[in-house]
């Protein structure tokens, strides 16, 4: 069993050298639920299931025992991940750009590449970032080649197939309270 800081990651990648952790304060909120999630229920219902199966006698070949003690060593390393990113966490409100065109932290963007293709983004923090959402985190190529790009402008892309010149079509932002 590796026990190390690069299995506490959760998946997410590092943040790079000498930046901050950006949030949205939604994403925050998620974050500190999760947390706390963890501190007040999951982990002592599974210590009272550890501790149940391990009054049942043998536990090499006790599967609640066994399930249950990976299940903590989980449990744990998620809580001292969420809480040290949330001890370094950033809280950046994108509604105070609301109707700004120029492109910062917290975004909505429509963009158009060479092909035609329009696409849709939100950028946002690394920890709350979700692809499959049509969110990117704001380290990601494509959130540094639109960060502080305004509506109108072609900015450039480096992706693994070359420099591509994608369109700012649309910029948007949540209003306040939201």
Same mark, same amino acid.
């Given at each position: 069993m590796r026990d190390t800081d690069e299995d506490e990651d959760g998946g997410?990648?590092?943040l790079p050298a000498g930046s901050k952790n950006y949030i949205t304060p939604s994403g925050y909120a998620r974050l500190k639920a999760e947390?706390?999630?963890l501190i007040d229920d999951e982990r002592p219902r599974i210590v009272d299931i550890v501790h149940w199966a391990a009054s049942n006698g043998d536990r090499s070949e006790n599967g609640d %025992?066994? %399930?249950g003690k990976k299940r903590l060593r989980e449990i744990d390393r998620r809580i001292r991940f969420l809480t040290r990113r949330l001890e370094i966490a950033e809280i950046t409100d994108p509604s105070v750009h609301h109707g700004s065109d120029q492109i910062f932290f917290g975004a909505t963007v429509r963009y158009e590449d060479e092909q035609g293709v329009q696409r849709s983004i939100t950028i946002l923090g690394i920890d709350e970032a979700d692809s499959l959402?049509?969110?990117v985190s704001w380290v990601?190529?494509?959130?540094?080649?639109l960060l502080k790009a305004r509506v109108g402008d072609v900015v450039k892309l480096v992706t693994p197939a070359g420099v591509q010149e994608v369109e700012v079509l649309e910029v948007s932002y949540p209003s306040s309270g939201v």
């Open positions: 997410l990648p590092p947390l706390l999630a %025992y066994l %399930y959402q049509a969110q990601s190529p494509i959130a540094r080649a």
